[in-house]
């Protein structure tokens, strides 16, 4: 494949991150709007949130039949593989959706602990040892690169966990608050963000007018870092999306749209633009290089 041949919105793989209510499930569902989607469900018995969102809120109850899901915990953890490997066969979604990775690496050390043979102490069978934690990262690396091959947009979503790290000893002890994604191991946490091209954080602010009497909330997603606040696009994406009272599929599209119009307009801005031959620096760029002569060599 050649990458002239790349096409920016299509099969991205999305990590979207941020507290519990933010917006992130709804986000995703969003995809919706283009073709069905599969939702593998972690996060509680099942996502009424849908329900509420796509009747009252969007006003779109029609998309609630693009939308299907499985519901995962500690009893079927093993499923989740199952389903992934079927539709490496067979994959007719537009989207597919993990929500939650944090819920989804307690399930699977929780599942893990219900083999352990019935012997020892009480306490011995509650508390997970490295084998779970092999579990954990199997199930998580196993999935993330059946993913890689799947034919459609990839969302996963991740709540950071409040914690603290200490290091050192004594007095020279050095305690450092952290956000890990996930419940358990420290290796998947490390893993999952490398395995996608977009990363997006998801936070919410509320405001009281007093004329109406009424908190108004506002939504925005962060497609860069901000302090503590991790989150990349290497698709281009910059700055902010405000998703309150909007669909972040479409905003995120046109945001997309409105990226490969500049990149067109910045590409024949290039080529349009007279050489100077007195400007060396600029007769270097627009001149292709033969990188097998030692002097192009850095």
């Not at 939650?100 to 069978?125: C, H, I, Y």
Request: a neutral charge.
């Amino acid at each position: 494949m050649k990458a002239s041949e790349l096409i920016l919105e299509t099969q991205s793989s999305l990590l979207l991150k941020g507290p519990f209510g933010h917006g992130k499930t709804l986000a995703a569902a969003t995809f919706a709007l283009d073709g069905p989607i599969w939702i593998a469900y972690w996060d509680k018995k099942k996502p009424v949130e849908l329900y509420h969102f796509f009747h009252h809120i969007i006003k779109r109850p029609d998309l609630l039949a693009n939308i299907e899901y499985d519901v995962y915990n500690s009893h079927n953890a093993n499923e989740y593989l199952n389903k992934l490997f079927m539709l490496s066969r067979d994959c007719r979604y537009f989207a597919i959706l993990n929500d939650s990775v944090t819920n989804m690496t307690s399930a699977a050390v929780n599942w893990s602990l219900g083999f352990r043979p019935k012997k020892g102490k009480d306490q011995e069978k509650l508390m997970p040892g490295f084998d779970e934690y092999k579990i954990e990262t199997s199930l998580v690396t196993q999935a993330l690169d059946i993913c890689k091959a799947l034919p459609c947009h990839i969302i996963w979503t991740c709540h950071p966990v409040p914690s603290i790290k200490v290091e050192g000893s004594g007095t020279s002890i050095v305690v450092t608050k952290t956000n890990p994604i996930v419940t358990y191991g420290s290796k998947v946490a490390g893993i999952v963000p490398g395995n996608f091209s977009e990363i997006y954080h998801f936070s919410k602010s509320s405001s009281w007018d007093a004329a109406t009497g009424k908190s108004n909330t506002k939504y925005i997603v962060d497609t860069e870092a901000i302090g503590d606040d991790f989150a990349k696009s290497n698709l281009g994406l910059k700055g902010q999306l405000d998703i309150t009272n909007r669909l972040f599929y479409e905003v995120w599209k046109e945001k997309i749209k409105q990226l490969k119009e500049d990149m067109k307009d910045e590409v024949k801005a290039f080529e349009n633009k007279p050489i100077n031959p007195f400007n060396t620096q600029q007769n270097i760029e627009r001149t292709p290089q033969d990188t097998s002569n030692s002097h192009w060599r850095t």
